[in-house]
């Protein structure tokens, strides 16, 4: 094949959100030299900037619970796991959560798995919840409707208990976490190109040999990373892999509101984060006072597809406001509602199961870091230390899809099993929802 070639690196990541930046750092930290290329202005400034970034455990797999603990202490200790740090660091906040939850959900898969990793959690009755928080109406107003319902603004016949996890919380400030990450990348050798379009996938028979960009200038690699987020499809598309893999990727709009806290709920006075799939948001106090609400795929709220994320809006509606505001007053009474809505919108890189897909694919040394499915910020300290693995694995000859390749975690001393994590994997039997 004749290529012209400008340049050549061992590793090319495309995306320079918190996923990308988590790889180029542990990958340059293990000796390969990286560039990451990114069409936007900044790093972490794609869907990153506009996580909601909650730290919690409860996923239905097993691996999926232990790479979420062993990055809650990855996040604890972020400075001494970014290895270099020049200016001001995202700062980790400690927060308990609540799950409350629909009638007849199985909660038996997470509990298994916390059990088994030592996570601490409470279940809590109907009145322990009530006398735990007696700012929540803690009535079951299952299933989740829109204010427009007839049914809205009835009173509950029941009430809910809860399940509590003492330990989680949230990063103050997701895209400064994905600048730590980039700065010690750079700091250890990576090269970052910002305002750089990957066009296409440069290939060799069945091998990936690099990269063409958007000013015609072709980078040489045998290693091409797909971290493009919601994104993520049209460049799988480019490396023409889309067809040979079992999960697929799909961009998914999403709006997060604020609004100012409650006299009693706020990150002061009884700080905890809200999973609420009985009537379908979740919310956390921020520093500062305000509460940020978001959704969690509820039936009343229509799914928002978007092929093309640079081709949408990033005005919130008033629809998806008076939706999740007006649910989050149900539950916390005291809280005041502002006549307009003042959040973001974004998206989330969906696979059907909301599991992420760390693997290779059928194109040799084209790897894929996507399908985040709105709950992957979280896994950020982690993912790069998965892929880092799974590659050097896969260059040296593994065959990773006969034999899924086993991650050592640490700070926990537990396992990950990429298998679950597959882009041929049977669909995780999960929530269905962003929870994973
Ligand atoms: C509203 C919202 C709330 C969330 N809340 C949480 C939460 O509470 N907890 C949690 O754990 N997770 C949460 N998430 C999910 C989490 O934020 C994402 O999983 C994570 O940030 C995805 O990072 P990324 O690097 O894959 O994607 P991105 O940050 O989107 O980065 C992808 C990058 O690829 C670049 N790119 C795309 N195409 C090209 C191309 N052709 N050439 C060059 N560059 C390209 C883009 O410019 C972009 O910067 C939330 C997400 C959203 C949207």
């Given at each position: 094949m004749?290529?012209?070639s400008?340049?050549?690196t061992?590793?090319?990541?495309?995306g320079?959100?918190?996923v990308?930046a988590?790889?180029?750092?542990e990958?340059q930290r293990s000796g390969?030299?990286v560039l990451?290329?990114d069409k936007g202005?900044?790093?972490g400034?794609g869907?990153?900037?506009?996580?909601?970034?909650?730290?919690?455990?409860?996923?239905?797999?097993r691996?999926?619970?232990v790479a979420?603990?062993?990055?809650?202490?990855?996040w604890k200790?972020?400075?001494e796991?970014?290895?270099?740090?020049?200016?001001?660091?995202a700062q980790f906040?400690p927060?308990?959560?609540i799950l409350?939850?629909?009638?007849n959900?199985?909660r038996s898969?997470y509990l298994?798995?916390?059990?088994e990793?030592?996570?601490p959690?409470e279940?809590?009755?109907?009145?322990d919840?009530?006398?735990?928080y007696?700012?929540?109406n803690?009535g079951?107003?299952?299933p989740?409707?829109?204010?427009n319902?007839?049914h809205?603004?009835?009173?509950?016949?029941?009430?809910?208990?809860?399940?509590?996890v003492p330990s989680?919380?949230?990063?103050?400030?997701?895209?400064l976490?994905a600048q730590?990450?980039?700065d010690a990348?750079?700091h250890?050798?990576?090269?970052?190109?910002?305002?750089?379009?990957?066009v296409?996938?440069?290939?060799?028979?069945?091998?990936?040999?690099?990269?063409r960009?958007?000013?015609g200038?072709?980078?040489?690699?045998?290693i091409v990373i797909?971290?493009?987020?919601?994104?993520?499809?049209?460049?799988?598309?480019?490396?023409?892999?889309?067809e040979?893999m079992?999960?697929?990727?799909?961009?998914?709009r999403?709006?997060?509101?604020?609004?100012?806290a409650s006299?009693?709920?706020?990150f002061?006075?009884?700080?905890?984060?809200?999973g609420?799939?009985?009537l379908?948001f979740?919310?956390r106090?921020q520093?500062g006072?305000?509460?940020i609400?978001?959704?969690v795929?509820?039936?009343?709220?229509p799914a928002?597809w978007?092929d093309?994320?640079?081709s949408d809006?990033?005005?919130p509606?008033?629809e998806s406001?008076?939706?999740l505001?007006?649910?989050l007053?149900k539950?916390?009474p005291e809280?005041?509602v502002?006549?307009?809505p003042t959040?973001?919108?974004?998206?989330?890189d969906v696979?059907?199961d909301?599991?992420?897909?760390?693997?290779r694919t059928?194109l040799?040394?084209?790897?894929?870091?996507?399908g985040?499915?709105?709950?992957q910020f979280?896994?950020a300290?982690?993912?790069?230390?998965?892929?880092?693995?799974?590659?050097?694995?896969c260059?040296?000859?593994?065959?990773h899809?006969a034999d899924p390749v086993?991650?050592?975690?640490?700070?926990?001393?537990?396992?990950?099993?990429?298998g679950?994590f597959?882009r041929?994997?049977?669909p995780?039997?999960g929530?269905?929802?962003?929870?994973?």
């Amino acid at each position: 094949m004749n290529m012209q070639s400008n340049s050549e690196t061992d590793v090319v990541i495309i995306g320079a959100g918190v996923v990308g930046a988590s790889i180029a750092l542990e990958l340059q930290r293990s000796g390969r030299t990286v560039l990451v290329v990114d069409k936007g202005e900044s790093v972490g400034g794609g869907s990153t900037s506009a996580s909601s970034a909650l730290i919690r455990f409860n996923y239905s797999t097993r691996s999926g619970v232990v790479a979420a603990w062993e990055s809650f202490h990855r996040w604890k200790a972020w400075e001494e796991h970014l290895g270099y740090v020049d200016g001001p660091v995202a700062q980790f906040h400690p927060l308990s959560m609540i799950l409350l939850e629909p009638p007849n959900f199985d909660r038996s898969s997470y509990l298994e798995h916390f059990n088994e990793l030592g996570i601490p959690f409470e279940e809590l009755g109907e009145n322990d919840l009530s006398e735990k928080y007696p700012m929540f109406n803690t009535g079951r107003f299952w299933p989740p409707c829109l204010p427009n319902d007839e049914h809205f603004f009835e009173d509950a016949e029941e009430k809910l208990g809860g399940f509590f996890v003492p330990s989680g919380g949230f990063i103050d400030d997701p895209q400064l976490a994905a600048q730590n990450l980039m700065d010690a990348a750079r700091h250890f050798g990576a090269k970052v190109s910002l305002r750089t379009s990957v066009v296409a996938i440069e290939k060799d028979q069945d091998k990936v040999v690099g990269v063409r960009l958007d000013n015609g200038e072709i980078i040489k690699s045998s290693i091409v990373i797909n971290a493009a987020g919601p994104w993520s499809s049209y460049i799988n598309d480019l490396a023409g892999v889309s067809e040979t893999m079992g999960m697929s990727t799909r961009g998914m709009r999403q709006e997060v509101h604020a609004l100012p806290a409650s006299e009693e709920f706020n990150f002061i006075d009884n700080p905890v984060m809200v999973g609420d799939l009985d009537l379908g948001f979740y919310t956390r106090p921020q520093p500062g006072g305000t509460l940020i609400v978001g959704g969690v795929e509820a039936d009343c709220d229509p799914a928002v597809w978007i092929d093309d994320p640079d081709s949408d809006s990033p005005t919130p509606s008033i629809e998806s406001w008076e939706s999740l505001v007006w649910r989050l007053a149900k539950r916390v009474p005291e809280v005041s509602v502002p006549n307009r809505p003042t959040g973001l919108a974004s998206h989330y890189d969906v696979t059907p199961d909301w599991t992420p897909i760390y693997d290779r694919t059928d194109l040799e040394g084209f790897y894929v870091a996507c399908g985040t499915s709105g709950n992957q910020f979280k896994n950020a300290p982690l993912i790069g230390h998965l892929m880092n693995e799974l590659i050097s694995a896969c260059e040296s000859g593994h065959d990773h899809d006969a034999d899924p390749v086993q991650v050592h975690c640490s700070l926990v001393n537990e396992t990950v099993d990429l298998g679950t994590f597959s882009r041929n994997r049977k669909p995780v039997a999960g929530t269905g929802t962003v929870l994973g």
